[in-house]
């Protein structure tokens, strides 16, 4: 292993010296001196493959037991933060001078996506350095752009590479790329491939030519339960713990000092709406989202909260021994938390524009923000009322 | 699934459009149909503004007013006054998509 003395190239780091292009080994780190051992082979690496223009890793297209683990804590944790694979060129099987070029994000799950695609294809996969973020998101700012495609083409020495002149970029790279730049800069004609990574070899099969279903982004079921723990996650983290110190507090203070019993008994039905709210507009709301009527997140949010609090709040235990005002309260705030948490799933859809999102929020941000002040004026009134100051 | 209607920014000009066809095959939404050699918006309110048409316009036919989807992130720019991006949870410019 220590002979190894190739890697997919880097060339963040700036070029120090004058490097002896031609070499065989250009894909090495500029920085690097030349024959550096490499501490780490990654281990979905199967050896090594020349490409013409130096050598390079050769990626295995099964995907893993731990690969597979890692994109399962991917979807749940923070874990994909720093998920991600070095830039530059890889082969996948036994790729030569005439073989597709297809271009991918640093994200390792976009990696992996795209490698697990191409099994049976002798192909060159030249991956940018998006920051570690996936294809569609990276394009979106940029880091997935013309201006790293242009860079990255030119280090690995493409045109060295391959006689051909057409590179595949993934159709959700598209909005980080202009084509006709590229071409311009590089000689290299992009074709946008098919949306899913999985649709590769259907589209070769017809002639690399995407039908209609390729080319456009769907958010099946499936897509929309991935997403979900990241959308339970944070509204837990950031909200929960809140709302639960001020429900404990109400409930628990006494002229005479906080006293516990009370908090956890008479706090207990709010903290539970409180769960159904966050589990109503982070899980329900987001599995059942084309089943809910209207179009705006936060109206689907409420209607899938204000239905969640009446059932939840009619079951045995769980009725609220409350007086009025907390009863009120609690239709008023529940629904106005779970449309607040639905909102945030506009970031993980596929077909909202900021536009949309804007006139949403303009509409519905005074709303939870008036809600949410009377919901604690009502709680202080009830207090008032409870220790008879008013 | 649609989004809300009669909002997105996408703004076109057929006079410039010269049927190259990129805008129909990038869109991810099927906003575009080609006729008699030349671009046509079929479908508006699908439009995500993700500007993957006008990038990839050579002779600028298309604008969009380009931008995240996401309520997080015009909800951070609100508070912060800087320009919505998915920047919002992490720290050291990591990403939240």
Known sequence: ?390 | MKYLTRVASLAYDPEKCVGCGRCAEVCPHGVFAIRDKKAAISDRDRCMECSACANNCAVAALSVDRGVGCAAALINSMISGGEPSCDCSAKNGSACC
């Open chain 1, 1 to 390: 292993m220590a002979e190894l003395k190739f890697i997919p190239g880097d060339s963040n780091k700036a070029s120090s010296c004058c490097d002896s292009s031609g070499g065989p080994f250009l894909a090495l780190p500029k920085g690097l001196p030349q024959g550096a051992p490499i501490r780490d082979i990654p281990a979905w690496s199967v050896g090594t493959h020349d490409s013409g223009a130096g050598s390079v890793l050769k990626v295995s297209t099964v995907l893993s037991a731990a690969d597979k683990w890692e994109h399962i804590k991917c979807r749940i944790s923070a874990f994909r933060n720093n998920y991600a694979v070095t830039p530059g060129l890889y082969a996948v099987g036994e790729p030569d001078a005439g073989a597709d070029v297809f271009v991918s994000a640093n994200y390792k799950l976009s990696f992996d996506h795209l490698r697990s695609a191409l099994s049976k294809i002798n192909a060159w996969v030249l991956v940018l350095d998006t920051k570690g973020i996936n294809v569609w998101c990276a394009a979106g700012k940029g880091t997935f752009g013309s201006l790293e495609l242009v860079k990255r083409i030119t280090d690995v020495q493409l045109a060295r590479v391959v006689k051909h002149r057409r590179i595949i970029v993934p159709q959700l790279g598209a909005p980080g790329i202009a084509a006709h730049v590229v071409l311009q800069e590089t000689g290299f004609r992009v074709s946008y491939g098919p949306v899913r990574a999985g649709d590769i070899p259907a589209y070769i099969a017809s002639g690399y030519t995407a039908s209609e279903n390729m080319r456009t982004i769907t958010f099946p079921l499936i897509d929309r339960l991935i997403l979900t723990p990241m959308e339970i996650n944070p509204a837990m983290k950031k909200y929960y713990p809140w709302f639960a110190l001020l429900i404990l507090t109400v409930f628990g203070l006494q002229p005479s000092g906080i006293y516990f019993r009370d908090a956890w008994s008479g706090g207990f039905p709010f903290l539970i709406l409180g769960l159904v709210s966050v589990f109503t507009g982070a899980f329900l709301t987001p599995l059942l989202l084309p089943f809910i009527p209207f179009r705006a997140f936060a109206l689907k949010g409420w209607i899938a909260g204000i239905l969640s609090v009446l059932v939840v709040s009619s079951m045995p235990g769980l009725r609220m021994p409350y007086a009025h005002i907390l009863r009120a309260a609690a239709y008023l705030f529940f629904p106005l938390a779970s449309s607040y948490i639905a909102l945030q799933f506009t970031g993980s859809s596929t077909f909202t524009g900021m536009s949309g999102v804007k006139k949403e929020l303009k509409l519905s941000i005074p709303l939870y923000i008036a809600g949410s002040a009377s919901f604690v004026a009502m709680l202080i009134v009830y207090k008032l009322l409870e220790w008879k100051v008013v």
